[in-house]
T-cell receptor, first 115, second 110 residues
Framework: GAVVSQHPSWVICKSGTSVKIECRSL??????MFWYRQFPKQSLMLMAT?????????EQGVEKDKFLINHASLTLSTLTVTSAHPEDSSFYIC???????????FGQGTRLTVV | AQSVTQPDIHITVSEGASLELRCNYS??????LFWYVQSPGQGLQLLLK??????LVQGIKGFEAEFKRSQSSFNLRKPSVHWSDAAEYFC????????FGKGTMLLVSP
């Protein structure tokens, strides 16, 4: 199946700093990628839809100035958590689809810990 | 709005026994349905999916699921569980964006 790579796998940062997470589709192009967040022992919640060449679409309750999404190419989307706080600590997962009628492939996730 | 319900938060099954994980969904049109598995600290791995056609879907690792439109269900089954199957299982519905259930943690006892 198609491969989506997410980097880094884990990151620890200090409060107030910013962290960038990359999501790459390795063997296909994706005009749309998706960012999810998973709290401990919870399900995945869609944060935003990343659109290549245009602004991301954020779900209700997600701060767009807090979670900056850039989809600069057909194979790369980035999520930047700005001015991170401990409550931003979570597991962030991206996904991408090769086509409109295919399943989404997920990255391995990024464990963010803000101290 | 679409939604997914996984009624069981956790299930314990003896190794070698059969398994069924329940999933009920709410969706406005013909649903695209998925089952994913997640090991601790890992991403999601697709077990199987239903888009259309045969309502009994075969997946990887010996898993299967049956789409029952009348019951709005897509239950996951495996005839004989292995210890390596212990993980969290998520049912999801959607097309471009996915809505996930809260997950069912599977524990496998010796």
């Amino acid at each position: 199946g198609a491969v989506v790579s997410q980097h880094p796998s884990w990151v620890i940062c200090k409060s107030g700093t910013s962290v960038k997470i990359e999501c790459r589709s390795l063997d296909f192009q994706a005009t749309t990628m998706f960012w999810y967040r998973q709290f401990p022992k919870q399900s995945l919640m869609l944060m935003a839809t990343s659109n290549e060449g245009s602004k991301a679409t954020y779900e209700q309750g997600v701060e767009k100035d807090k979670f900056l999404i850039n989809h600069a190419s057909l194979t790369l989307s980035t999520l930047t958590v700005t001015s991170a706080h401990p409550e931003d600590s979570s597991f962030y997962i991206c996904s991408a689809r090769p086509g409109s009628n295919t399943e989404a492939f997920f990255g391995q996730g990024t464990r963010l810990t803000v101290v | 709005a679409q939604s997914v319900t996984q009624p069981d938060i956790h299930i314990t099954v003896s190794e070698g026994a059969s398994l069924e994980l329940r999933c009920n969904y709410s969706y406005g049109a013909t649903p695209y349905l998925f089952w994913y598995v997640q090991s601790p600290g890992q991403g999601l791995q697709l077990l199987l999916k239903y888009f259309s056609g045969d309502t009994l879907v075969q997946g990887i690792k010996g898993f299967e699921a049956e789409f029952k439109r009348s019951q709005s269900s897509f239950n996951l089954r495996k005839p004989s569980v292995h210890w390596s199957d212990a993980a969290e299982y998520f049912c999801a519905v959607g097309d471009s964006t996915l809505t996930f259930g809260k997950g069912t943690m599977l524990l496998v006892s010796p």
